[in-house]
């Protein structure tokens, strides 16, 4: 059962345009729900995550954008740089003792010069 | 102030052998866990813990063991070493709240 579903798996843009990333989960139970982003060689990072209280949150470049009702969340990156070329994760969970953070498959940013 | 460690950051093992992964952290942190990240396939949860003395199984225990006698370590065990866990094995922690999960710095693992 794949509890999170993520995409496109793959994306390029060019530099200065908009990267936009789409996660769709399972879970009505999730209340957390996080990007995380990794460069090659290195673990994953925590991005930008919301709460399902508020439909959007913006830091900087990054926004993310929930729909509760559709069960979607999704990751927008403006004025995408070369140096955001990364493999970005949703990452959904709860609060709840005993539980972990299920990852989607990720998508690989190229952004290009 | 070190966050995650893990050792080693790369080894090779023969099939049928055995080897313990090493993760420490020196945040005070109650949960910890370790995924494992095959290419194109996201992270999967191999094992967790809730605190020192208490694990649990994620979505694929199978042919790993953990343990955690201190909030510090949480080591993970390959019994008998195959090339389906060939991969790169991610240890994380984060305290009880809804904070951010740290991660190592990964080990790659080739099982030949």
């Known amino acids: 059962q794949q509890q999170v579903k993520q995409s496109p798996q793959s994306l390029i843009v060019q530099k200065g345009g908009i990267s936009i990333i789409n996660c769709a989960y399972e879970n009505t139970a999730f209340d957390y729900f996080p990007w995380y982003q990794q460069f090659p060689g290195k673990g994953p990072a925590l991005l930008i995550a919301?709460?399902?209280?508020?439909s959007e949150k913006k830091e900087g470049r990054f926004t993310i954008s929930f729909n509760k009702s559709a069960k979607q969340f999704s990751l927008h990156i403006m004025d995408s740089q070369p140096g955001d070329s990364a493999t970005y994760f949703c990452a959904p969970g709860t609060n709840q003792a005993g539980t972990a953070l299920i990852f989607g498959k990720g998508t690989t940013l190229s952004v290009s010069s | 102030n070190a966050g995650v460690t893990q050792t080693p950051k790369f080894r090779i093992l023969k099939i049928g052998q055995s080897m313990t992964l090493q993760c420490t952290q020196d945040m005070n942190h109650n949960y910890m866990y370790w995924y494992r990240q095959d290419p194109g396939m996201g992270l999967k949860l191999i094992y967790y813990s809730v605190g020192a003395g208490i694990t649990d199984k994620g979505e694929v225990p199978n042919g790993y063991n953990v343990s955690r006698s201190t909030t510090e370590d949480f080591p993970l065990r390959l019994e008998l070493a195959a090339p389906s866990q060939t991969s790169v094995y991610f240890c994380?922690?984060?305290?009880?709240?809804?904070?951010?999960?740290?991660f190592g710095s990964g080990t790659q693992l080739s099982v030949l």
């Open positions: 994380a922690s984060r305290s009880t709240g809804w904070e951010k999960l740290f």
């Open positions: 919301i709460r399902p209280d508020v």
